[in-house]
């Protein structure tokens, strides 16, 4: 059987545009409203309906440069990313240790496999680490593909890591904590249900995972991407020996690896210093591999102009969130999904706040953003539900992080998708039963939840 044709699946790129024009609509039919809000955060109880100017027709056409501008922060991120990269596959290093992990667990992808999504995992439950994982993207591809897997494989261990690291956050900065300072409950409580859902959500992430990589190494013609060409950018040369300069290039990228982590975790630091970390690698690595300033620059322009797709897919996925806002209907969707649950039972409502929160994320993908919004008015109604409010912390985490892996408005999402050359469809049909599985988990837990306070 030949490669099926894929081309009649829409590209991410015309798949957000559609997205833009639909968010545009909806601002038509739905009423505009506010919130009063102090600061970043969400007063409860007020919200009202304002009069609000239709916006002009050509706003999904004006609104995309201001979705460029307000991604910049990223937009430019993946563009040096791609050049350091760049960089780095052109001293060898990163093509050798891809051999190396292939010689020495080629044969066992359970460990190979369990083992990486369980450090992306923990680096988004404890540091909120999610778009640093972008650089990795071409490297697991590369690998997956060696393995005879394919791209989802490779992609998966990074999105499935990182959505279930931020769906059973312990630690991180970005959700958990912000969602429990704004609730009133104790910095990093409730740890050991969070812990405990980690395990058990990995489990079933790495499960469904392998499960696919097995099926497409028995029988490549199983692969969703089986109609898309990776023959160029993925290829591993013949050289693929571990030098003792490649080594000391391994050395130089772990260690900025490390001194971010560091820097997040002890001095807030984010995409500008993730960025000046990795030029700072980038002339390190050019140095110890003694590659001359002209190859560097070459190598450098050669890898961002790779990720420029995958920019500009970014910047569309934000101006869906423009356009929302600008048309003041955002309020508007979480005060009607918010209002039906201040009636029902303990379990019902932590459960209904689950699916509130898995919705919220398609209008608001920040974590941060989505708990200065709907926590102020999550608090409030599991008190009046008999829900503990760590509950109902625990129902945002599992709704925010888990649908970060299919919601089409998650500008990461949609660049990594471009960067891997996966079809939208295609990530769909591979997610969507392990989302099931997923969300059935939290179910469970939330009911654990709510019957012991």
């Given at each position: 059987m030949g490669a099926r044709d894929t081309s009649r699946f829409p590209d991410a790129l015309v798949l957000i545009f559609g997205l833009i024009i639909v968010a545009q609509l909806a601002t038509y039919v739905l009423p505009a409203g506010v919130f009063e809000r102090d600061g970043r955060q969400v007063i409860g109880g007020t919200y009202r309906t304002v009069e609000a100017a239709p916006l002009p027709a050509f706003t999904f056409l004006t609104a995309v440069p201001r979705g460029l501008a307000e991604a910049a922060d990223i937009i430019f991120f993946v563009l040096i990313v791609g050049g350091v990269f760049g960089v780095l596959r052109a001293t060898g290093a990163v093509d050798a240790l891809i051999g190396l992990a292939i010689r020495r667990m080629g044969d066992r992808p359970t460990l190979l496999v369990g083992g990486m999504v369980t450090l992306f995992a923990l680096g988004s439950s404890t540091v909120g680490m999610a778009e640093e994982y972008m650089p990795f993207v071409p490297l697991l591809v590369t690998m997956c593909l060696a393995l005879r897997m394919d791209a989802v494989v490779g992609l998966g261990i990074i999105y499935v890591g990182a959505a279930v690291?931020?769906?059973?956050?312990?630690?991180?900065?970005?959700?958990?904590?912000?969602?429990?300072?704004?609730?009133?409950?104790?910095?990093?409580?409730?740890?050991?249900?969070?812990?405990?859902?980690?395990?058990?959500?990995?489990?079933?992430?790495?499960?469904?995972?392998?499960?696919?990589?097995?099926?497409?190494?028995?029988?490549?013609?199983?692969?969703?991407?089986?109609?898309?060409?990776?023959a160029q950018g993925f290829d591993l040369p013949e050289d693929v020996e571990l030098t003792r300069a490649r080594l000391l290039?391994?050395?130089?990228?772990?260690?900025?690896?490390?001194?971010?982590?560091?820097?997040?975790?002890?001095?807030?630091?984010?995409?500008?210093?993730?960025?000046?970390?990795?030029?700072?690698?980038?002339?390190?690595?050019?140095?110890?591999?003694?590659?001359?300033?002209?190859?560097v620059a070459a190598a450098f322009a050669?890898?961002?102009?790779?990720?420029?797709?995958?920019?500009?897919?970014?910047g569309f996925a934000r101006t869906i969130q423009v356009v929302l806002t600008e048309g003041q209907v955002i309020d508007t969707v979480i005060n009607a999904l918010a209002t039906p649950l201040q009636g029902a039972p303990g379990g019902v409502a932590a459960v209904g706040m689950l699916g509130v929160q898995a919705l919220c994320n398609l209008f608001i993908p920040s974590g941060s953003g989505q708990a200065y919004v709907t926590m102020p008015l999550m608090a409030p109604i599991a008190d009046l539900t008999g829900v503990s409010r760590q509950t109902a912390v625990l129902a945002y985490q599992f709704g925010d992080g888990f649908t970060n892996m299919v919601v089409p408005t998650n500008a990461l999402l949609m660049g990594m998708l471009a960067l891997a050359r996966i079809p939208y469809p295609q990530w769909v049909r591979f997610v969507a039963p392990l989302l099931v599985k997923l969300f059935a988990v939290a179910v469970v837990v939330l009911l654990i939840a709510a019957g012991v306070g």
């Open positions: 690291g931020y769906g059973c956050a312990a630690l991180n900065p970005f959700t958990v904590l912000i969602a429990q300072s704004i609730a009133g409950v104790e910095l990093t409580s409730g740890q050991g249900l969070r812990w405990l859902a980690l395990a058990a959500c990995l489990a079933v992430g790495v499960h469904h995972l392998l499960r696919y990589a097995r099926r497409v190494q028995a029988d490549p013609e199983q692969s969703l991407v089986r109609g898309v060409s990776y290039v391994a050395f130089v990228f772990l260690a900025g690896v490390l001194l971010f982590v560091y820097g997040v975790g002890a001095e807030g630091w984010y995409l500008t210093e993730l960025t000046a970390v990795f030029l700072g690698m980038a002339v390190l690595v050019a140095v110890v591999a003694r590659l001359s300033p002209n190859r050669s890898g961002a102009a790779e990720l420029t797709s995958t920019a500009v897919i970014i």
